[in-house]
Nanobody
């Protein structure tokens, strides 16, 4: 089982980035995929989660209305579209998988990707 996060980079405030989380070794139908982020000196923070089997979506208040999570089950990939980026969105972003049900607690996730750096700066 593997998760591969990609798509990070440098964006100006107000800009956009799209992160991808490719899954191998399992199908999204049976797992919930969450996005977390960790800024330097801070604890890891839950950002968003999708339950592909039901189409349920969840967002942290800090990103609601700016970030959109989606999945392409044919490609076994989950996306995080990030718009209206702010400097405080700067962090390493991780995707993680847990069986079926979304959670904002990182301890419930079984599998983790390697992380991708997002930097929001002018």
């Amino acid at each position: 089982v593997q998760l591969q996060a990609s798509g990070g980079g440098l964006a100006p405030p107000g800009g956009s980035l799209r992160l991808s989380c490719g899954a191998s070794g399992f199908t999204l139908d049976y797992y919930a995929i969450g996005w977390f982020r960790q800024a330097p000196g801070k604890e890891r923070e839950w950002v968003s989660c999708i339950e592909s089997s039901d189409g349920n979506l969840y967002y942290a208040d800090s990103v609601k209305g700016r970030f959109t999570i989606s999945s392409d089950n044919a490609k076994n990939t989950v996306y995080l579209q990030m718009n209206s980026l702010k400097p405080e969105d700067t962090a390493v972003y991780y995707c993680a998988a847990e069986p079926r049900i979304c959670s904002d607690y990182d301890g419930t996730y079984d599998y983790w990707g390697q992380g991708t750096q997002v930097t929001v700066s002018s």
